[in-house]
């Protein structure tokens, strides 16, 4: 049967548990397009606590790219997050703490979760930190990242986290980039028995970034560090002698709670920027109705806090609803690939939301590490990042799920802020592959090439009409580039990179992105940078990245590069690269292949022909397409003897 035709509908017990049945979901989605701000204004009510009511639900203009959610209304995320719990359930567990070791397990309750939050925000305020002021986390998964990110967001500091696996030089530039002065980090972190040194890079980053004057470290391992008492501050001792009182700042639901970096297409990463209101009451509202949250849950989610994913479906929407997260330090192969079925098992894990990359990897070790677990308390799935292969759909729902749990496949972006669209449990089946349908307020919108929105079946770009309070509201310190990016490729609609198929029944069947970022293992990488370090070495002069299948990865990345004048090809010179390439960017960006190229595909005006290398690398040679634009023809029949697939 074709893959599109498949379907699956929901079971009565997704059925009872679940808040929206269909003929629910239809008549509030039809709601929240007509008349969006009542429906909004009720959510806001409903999901957050406000200090001040906001004045207007919305004022958008995508031409202008100017987005506001909820304005003069006044809340603070801390509060909503953690204060607001304490009478109904100060002692019930907040996070659910496991680290690298299967034995290193601690609970953590809403009322500790609030003294630490408190008292780190005093550290940060004893700092200097102030209201709007950008701080810079860069830590393991450990309780103390969602300390930190909670304690910005009581006093008004805007955080961007760092991804603990990103190298030296990208920190550098996320601190440089929006001018952090305050920097959290831990001694060391450790993931699958392997240590990374956090601090150390912290003290190669900073040395170049002279506005940095405190860099707080947590002791994870206890490990000897370099210290410099000038700005190094030891947050146990720091936590110590603090107050464990610290009123919530009053913060506007337009100010900024958080930028995080994400790759683009072309230059420099993006900062996307998201604000308190709206992300907030986005976050909470996706995270109980998406994955049917009920008080008593146990969620986990395993991604990590320096993606999107951490930031709103580990803190921020879990805390907001008064859920129990958990928080893993390690990696789901180790110290076997039972690791996750094994903590499902002892945590008794309700929820699980993970990506399609771990699927894949854990299904390609054998069903064994799955079947000799009791995972009975699992109730749904979840899978975000990329589109689910449905091999590996059909392995999480038949093996993992015992075919009982609905599976939630969540399409969304960093820029989104949440989920966007998914088949809500109890009130859509589900199709394995397809991300499935709009969440509340969101119109999704296909374009043709000519831009003409397309109706009915269709194929082409995803764009959106009309915003959603989850919306980022620009790119830190560059809202040129944000009108550009998102709003000037289609006018009036938010463009979202995605090539995507609607079926008849209107279900959403994500593509892939139509630009030139690589989805790899659920992480968003753009060529671009990765071109950039490679053209760092003396010895190349160009190169040209593209993405490939990868059976575990989803896209692996392909490197073409040219030799300077001279130099010759080398195994050696293979192995540089790639090391060059984790050094610049970090180890996941490494390249899987690396192919010397002579010369390269290009236009007469200069372009790089993407679409050649990209069919060249995936050895898909009958379907070349038009190479008569090319500047040299014959560079092709060159590349294509020399190709590393076949
Ligand atoms: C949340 C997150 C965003 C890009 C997005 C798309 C891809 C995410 C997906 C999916 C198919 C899904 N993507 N979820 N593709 N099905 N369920 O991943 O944010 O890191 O910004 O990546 O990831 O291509 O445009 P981010």
Redesign the pocket.
Same mark, same amino acid.
């Given at each position: 049967m074709n893959e599109l035709e498949k379907f699956y509908p929901i079971k009565d017990a997704a059925k009872s548990h679940s808040y929206l049945d269909e003929p629910t979901y239809k008549a509030m989605y039809q709601q929240s397009i007509t008349d969006p701000d009542k429906f909004w204004s009720e959510q806001a009510n409903e999901f957050l606590d406000w200090y001040k009511p906001f004045d207007r639900v919305s004022n958008v203009d995508f031409n202008r790219a100017d987005i506001e959610w909820f304005k003069g209304g006044q809340l603070n995320v801390s509060y909503n997050c953690i204060d607001r719990h304490l009478k109904e359930r100060g002692e019930q567990t907040a996070i659910i703490f496991e680290g690298d070791e299967p034995s290193d397990t601690r609970n953590i309750s809403y009322n500790e979760l609030h003294e630490q939050v408190c008292k780190f925000a005093n550290v940060l305020k004893q700092r200097g930190v102030k209201k709007g002021d950008t701080v810079c986390i860069y830590m393991p998964m450990i309780p103390e990242v969602g300390y930190a990110m909670l304690a910005c967001a009581r006093i008004g500091a805007v955080h961007s986290v760092v991804f603990g696996g990103f190298s030296t030089e990208s920190i550098k530039a996320r601190i440089q980039a929006a001018d952090c002065k305050v920097v959290i980090t831990a001694d060391e972190s450790v993931r699958g028995g392997k240590v990374i040194p956090l601090k150390a890079n912290v003290d190669t980053a900073v040395s170049d970034c002279p506005n940095v004057h405190s860099v707080v470290v947590v002791a994870r391992t206890g490990a000897d560090v370099a210290w410099n008492d000038e700005i190094d501050v030891n947050y146990q001792q720091a936590m110590s002698s603090v107050s464990a009182v610290c009123e919530p700042e009053v913060m506007d639901a337009e100010d900024p709670l958080f930028i995080l970096y994400?790759?683009g297409s072309t230059g420099a990463p993006k900062g996307?920027v998201h604000t308190c209101g709206g992300y907030l009451l986005y976050a909470a509202m996706t995270h109980k109705y998406v994955f049917d949250y009920r008080d008593g849950d146990i969620y986990w989610c395993t &991604?990590d806090a320096g /993606?999107? +994913?951490g930031h709103?479906y580990i803190f921020y929407g879990p805390l907001a609803n008064g859920a129990t997260t958990l928080v893993f330090e390690g990696v789901p192969t180790y110290p076997d690939a039972g690791r996750c079925w094994d903590m499902v098992q002892r945590h008794k894990i309700n929820v699980f939301y993970t &990506? %399609?990359t771990a699927i894949r990897a854990l299904m390609g070790i054998g069903d064994e590490y799955v079947l000799d677990k009791d995972l009975s308390s699992l109730r749904l799935l979840g899978?975000?990042?990329? %589109?689910?292969n449905p091999e590996a759909w059909h392995w999480y729902y038949e093996i993992v799920g015992k075919s009982n749990c609905p599976i939630v496949? +969540? /399409? /969304?972006?960093?820029? +989104?802020g949440g989920?966007l $669209? +998914?088949s809500l449990p109890g009130s859509a089946g589900m199709k394995p592959g397809a &991300?499935g349908l709009p969440f509340f307020g969101v119109q999704p919108v296909i374009i043709d090439k000519e831009g003409n929105e397309q109706s009915g079946e269709a194929r082409g770009a995803l764009v959106m009409k009309g915003s959603w309070p989850g919306q980022m509201r620009t790119l830190y310190g560059d809202h040129d580039r944000f009108h550009q990016t998102y709003f000037s490729q289609c006018a009036g609609y938010y463009y979202?990179?995605?090539g995507v198929q609607r079926d008849k029944d209107g279900y959403y069947w $994500?593509?892939? =992105?139509i630009d030139d970022?690589l989805?790899v293992s659920?992480? =968003?990488l753009g060529t671009a940078e990765i071109e950039s370090a490679l053209v760092l070495h003396p010895k190349i002069s160009e190169a040209a990245v593209v993405g490939y299948p990868h059976d575990i990865k989803g896209q692996g990345v392909y490197a073409y590069v040219t030799l300077m004048h001279d130099e010759v090809e080398s195994e050696e010179l293979i192995s540089e690269l790639k090391a060059l390439v984790a050094k610049e960017l970090g180890s996941f960006s490494k390249p899987d292949l690396i192919q010397w190229a002579p010369g390269l595909p290009k236009t007469r005006s200069g372009k790089i022909m993407r679409r050649i290398l990209r069919k060249i690398a995936e050895n898909d040679l009958g379907t070349l397409g038009d190479t008569s634009t090319l500047a040299d023809p014959s560079v092709v029949e060159d590349l294509i003897e020399r190709r590393l697939l076949r």
């Open positions: 994400t790759s996307v &991604a /993606w999107i +994913t709103s &990506a %399609p899978t975000v990042g990329e %589109p689910i496949d +969540t /399409w /969304w972006q960093t820029e +989104t989920i $669209i +998914t &991300a979202t990179g995605d $994500i593509l892939g =992105r970022v989805n659920g992480h =968003r």
